[in-house]
Nanobody
Framework: QVQLVESGGGLVQAGGSLRLSCAAS????????IAWFRHTPGKEREFVAG????????DYADSVKGRFTISRDNAKNTVYLEMNSLTPEDTADYYC????????????????????WGQGTQVTVSS
């Protein structure tokens, strides 16, 4: 079992940057794929980025490729999402999620595959 806490959201102007953090506790962190999802009212929650337990595999949604970077510091049990060139379309509640994955580096983009979720952090990008 793992507990997740997001931080780093806020209000930023279009073109700006933010770095989100996802701090984990409770279990062996390297056994988990960690992913970021985002949700906007009226839309389904969508996959943003994911990273394997030892950071040897990453995946991104097409909408954020080249602008967002996911990374992790296993010594700190923390995953980061560096978001650059933000646009109003990036406005959403951002959630990190964990999937127990001891035998694979595969990044699953389906939210129902992730058992553990944080409470979310809000990102607002003004035009």
């Amino acid at each position: 079992q793992v507990q997740l806490v997001e931080s780093g959201g806020g209000l930023v102007q279009a073109g700006g940057s933010l770095r989100l953090s996802c701090a984990a506790s409770g279990s062996t962190f390297t056994l988990y794929v960690i992913a970021w999802f985002r949700h906007t009212p009226g839309k389904e929650r969508e996959f943003v980025a994911g990273i394997s337990g030892r950071a040897d595999n990453t995946d991104y949604a097409d909408s954020v490729k080249g602008r967002f970077t996911i990374s992790r510091d296993n010594a700190k049990n923390t995953v980061y999402l560096e978001m650059n060139s933000l646009t109003p379309e990036d406005t959403a509640d951002y959630y990190c999620a964990a999937r127990f994955s001891p035998m694979t580096t595969q990044i699953i983009q389906k939210e129902y595959e992730y058992r553990y979720w944080g409470q979310g952090t809000q990102v607002t990008v003004s035009s």
